[in-house]
């Protein structure tokens, strides 16, 4: 697959080599601050070279605040966290026109989505109406209150999470948002070296927060560095026949007649044009991510199933049946074949 020209290292590729030698750096601080999560560390950082948003489900205590919070820690940027309820309103995320009356005038107070990273705690608690108050900042970087539209700030992520245990007074997410988000990432719990790793953890922790002295991250990357990175992905080399396969997995998920006419039977609906492009946006970014300058079949078939779980789903009978998204793209990946 590696079928680049490689050109003599000038002041554009030391520079590229600092950067990515900067964000791996972060990649391993954060590793070890995220003990037994290196997927869910993996696919923020994905997340952010891509300039998508990221919806984890698991169960609590699998460090899915403190994994956000801790990038929030080394990127230049301010870290906002929300904890959706029943009683939210959309007002609480956007924010509302307070009335002056000295001045005589409303003034806009801005909610919390204008931060850079934003933790949408248990969004499934929240009613949809509060739930669509992220679907135009996710999606247009912006929020409109009245007749005004604010612009947010260039460097924006949100990370939802969801809680798999307890279903009674939740609000399912509908679809259209669901698309919104550029993966779908399951955590599970730690092996038990890692649970050894995270005792061994939270005692230095505890001892540092009494001495005041809490490790700090190698290197802070500055919101220039980050689109310099973003920048990056986007030019790496993705070849041809490999871009033909996105397309063809895509395709396939709306119609997999050609394939298995059992699947297509299973599939109600396939992923949109946006799922091309985050699958396409992932890969990219993961190979830069481990130092290639090219997109290998690995990267897709590895993003594939966080990509696309929420954008494909089953029919009624296959829900039946017990299929899901996750299970309907491992079939899909066994029967569309790979460059």
Known sequence: MDDTTHVPAGPESANHDTLLADVTSLRHWL?????????????????????????????????????????AAGVEGDFQRIQFTPDLLPADLTGTEIWRPQEGRFEFQPGP??????????????????QSALLEAMGERQITVGRTTYRLPELFLVMATQNPIEQEGTFPLPEAQLDRFLMHVLIGYPDSDSESRILALAREQALAEQEGS????????????IRAAQRATLDLHLAPALERYIIDLVLASRDASGHDPALAGRI???????????????????????????????????????VLRHRILPSYE??????????????????????
């Open 214 to 225: 809490l490790p700090a991250p190698p290197v802070r990357l500055d919101q220039v560095r």
């Open 318 to 339: 296959a829900t039946a049946e017990g299929w899901d998204g996750g299970r309907l793209v491992a079939e899909l990946l066994e029967r569309v074949a790979a460059p």
């Open 31 to 71: 590793s070890e601050r995220i003990v037994g999560q290196t997927r869910l560390v993996d696919r923020l950082l994905i997340a952010m070279l891509a300039g998508g948003h990221l919806l984890v489900e698991g169960a609590p205590g699998l460090a899915k605040t403190t994994a956000i919070k801790a990038l």
């Open 113 to 130: 989505l204008f931060h850079n990273l934003l933790l949408a705690d248990e969004i499934n608690r929240a009613p949809a109406k509060v």
């Open 268 to 306: 109600a609906w396939g992923a949109s044009p946006r799922g091309t492009i985050a699958l396409e946006r992932c890969a990219r970014a993961r190979a830069w991510l481990n130092g290639r300058d090219y997109v290998s079949p690995e990267d897709v078939r590895e993003l594939a199933p966080d």
